[in-house]
């Protein structure tokens, strides 16, 4: 590929895992064009997201409101990453021709989870971000 990398990560609501997975990877790969979005936006990006990214000096990353899928023109995107399966079902409603560029990280959604439960959601986030980046 000439150009540059574009990846997406996708969760339910844009709060949590996806803004965290982008965050972190615009922190160790600036060079990738990386992006997010929920399925179903509704809420603010959580508190403890933008505390996790700030113990991880990463906080600068972080989007400042959460988006929608149905804002994202997935066929430009290289590589688009699910949080669970139902998110790829979703992306596939609205893009089959995206499949073979689809990769579930079948991570769970801390949003009814304690904090200790979310900071290990997290730490789950950061390692799979740094497979992801030896497999650039």
Request: with cysteine.
């Amino acid at each position: 590929m000439g150009s540059i990398m574009k990846i997406l990560f996708v969760c339910s609501g844009n709060a949590f895992r996806s803004p965290v997975a982008e965050a972190l990877l615009k922190k160790y790969k600036p060079e990738i064009e990386v992006d997010s979005a929920g399925t179903n936006p509704s809420i603010p990006i959580s508190s403890s997201a933008i505390n996790y990214l700030v113990s991880e000096n990463a906080q600068s990353f972080l989007k400042q409101v959460p988006e929608s899928l149905n804002e994202k023109k997935l066929n430009e995107y290289d590589l688009i990453i699910a949080m669970k399966p139902e998110h790829r079902f979703l992306i596939l409603r609205k893009c089959p021709e995206c499949k073979d560029k689809i990769v579930v990280w079948d991570i769970a959604d801390p949003y009814f989870l304690s904090i200790q439960d979310s900071k290990k959601i997290f730490k789950d986030i950061k390692g799979k971000v740094k497979e992801l980046i030896e497999k650039l």
